[in-house]
Nanobody, 128 residues
Framework: EVQLVESGGGLVQAGGSLRLSCAAS????????IGWFRQAPGKEREGVSC????????HYADAVKGRFTISSDNAENTVYLQMNSLKPEDTAVYYC?????????????????????WGQGTQVTVFS
């Protein structure tokens, strides 16, 4: 059974940092593109970043470039999203998801419909 479990969300002041984790079980990260998405109340789910270890590709949404960094840990089978210089507009529920490894070869973060597995989400709240 495939499971993706997010953690690391919380309440942080603007300008602060958080590191989200996406712990994967039942799959090998080398076979998948792992994406981070976020959804704020009343808004559509948007792609934040993705990583495909097999083709060494990462993508970032324009809104987070230079502030967020995605990485993966082979030993832990975990993908991380380091979020720095957080802004109130980063407030959302953050989800990780798994798609075919080749999905990252397109332009930008693949859309939600390309992902087969989703985590339950973790809340990030940034206050000013």
């Amino acid at each position: 059974e495939v499971q993706l479990v997010e953690s690391g969300g919380g309440l942080v002041q603007a300008g602060g940092s958080l590191r989200l984790s996406c712990a994967a079980s039942g799959l090998n990260l080398d076979d998948y593109t792992i994406g981070w998405f976020r959804q704020a109340p009343g808004k559509e789910r948007e792609g934040v970043s993705c990583i495909s270890r097999s083709v060494r590709i990462t993508h970032y949404a324009d809104a987070v470039k230079g502030r967020f960094t995605i990485s993966s840990d082979n030993a832990e089978n975990t993908v991380y999203l380091q979020m720095n210089s957080l802004k109130p507009e980063d407030t959302a529920v953050y989800y990780c998801a798994a798609a075919h490894w080749a999905a990252a070869q397109g332009l930008g973060v693949p859309p939600p419909n390309e992902y087969n597995y989703w985590g339950q989400g973790t809340q990030v709240t940034v206050f000013s």
